[in-house]
């Protein structure tokens, strides 16, 4: 079978797992990471944290808590970055952050379960904290796209909400080869499509809206199978009205695509 995906980073990692399960890899970068170049948003950030302005922190990537220190490693001494974040009630979304914390010698206060949706985010917040959030000032580190059903429900549960944008994705700077694998999936030419980040599906969506081909992809995969990493990539598919037939047992990459082999025959039988 051909198996679409759309990794960047990881993109040979990906294409080698796909061969190794029996499929024909076509692999296409639908995204580019973008530091935010002279990042004041995340340094005035610092001063506040290091002023004791911030209640609780809550860490939605490691990427984005790395790249956050080494922002303010530009202006700051270390010692003081550590001292700021453990007088701070840290929230960890899940491993990576986790991860980036423990390379600093920090630990969370508060770890968020498997799936690691912001709806998780908030039952454990509910559950830990359930005096409530009124008053406290809580700050989101964004990943990419800005979290707003999170920012939302903080805000209603009386949160003073601010977001720090780390980072952001875009469009690799060569469309080219994306374009062409989105138009072997128009084409029919593809059994399987793998996706492992809502931007991924943000910007395929963006690229075949720009030529109206939207709905013609939403027709070629009632013939495909959609396999999505986990809840929050199938979120954003079903918000653009695309299906998703497959979620692995764990959102992580090899299981994904070794389940997904599994699965492949069954779902593609059901939907033709």
């Known amino acids: ?73 530009t202006q700051f001494p270390f010692e003081a970055i550590r001292q700021a974040l453990t007088n701070t009630t840290l929230v960890c979304r899940g491993p990576k952050p986790i991860a980036a914390l423990k390379e600093l010698d920090l630990k969370p206060h508060i770890t968020v379960p498997e799936p690691n949706t912001w709806r998780d985010i908030l039952h454990t917040l509910d559950d830990r904290k359930p005096e409530g959030l009124s008053g406290l000032r809580v700050a989101i580190q964004e990943y990419g796209t800005a979290n707003t059903d999170l920012a939302q429900g903080l805000t209603e549960r009386g949160a003073q909400v601010r977001s720090v944008a780390v980072y952001r994705w875009a469009l690799p ?27 991924q599906v943000d910007h395929t969506v963006k690229l075949l809206g720009a030529t109206d081909e939207l709905a013609g992809f939403r027709d070629a995969l009632g013939n495909t199978m959609v396999a999505s990493i986990g809840p929050i990539t199938s979120q954003r598919l079903r918000h653009h009205h695309l299906p998703v037939d497959f979620e692995p047992s764990h959102s992580k990459m090899g299981i994904l695509v070794k389940e997904a082999s599994e699965k492949a025959g069954e779902i593609l039988t059901r939907k033709s």
């Open 1 to 73: 079978m051909t198996v679409v995906a759309f990794e960047s980073r990881m993109a040979d990692q990906m294409a080698t797992l796909i061969a190794r399960h029996g499929g024909n890899p076509m692999v296409a970068p639908s995204m580019q990471e973008i530091p935010l170049a002279n990042n004041t948003e995340a340094l005035d950030f610092a001063k506040d944290l290091m002023a004791g302005a911030v209640d609780l922190l809550i860490l939605l990537t490691g990427v984005g808590t790395r790249t956050l220190v080494d922002v303010w490693k």
């Open 173 to 199: 700077d060569d469309v080219e080869p994306l374009k062409r694998t989105l138009r072997s999936i128009l084409d029919g030419q593809a059994s399987v499509v793998l996706f492992t980040s809502a931007a």
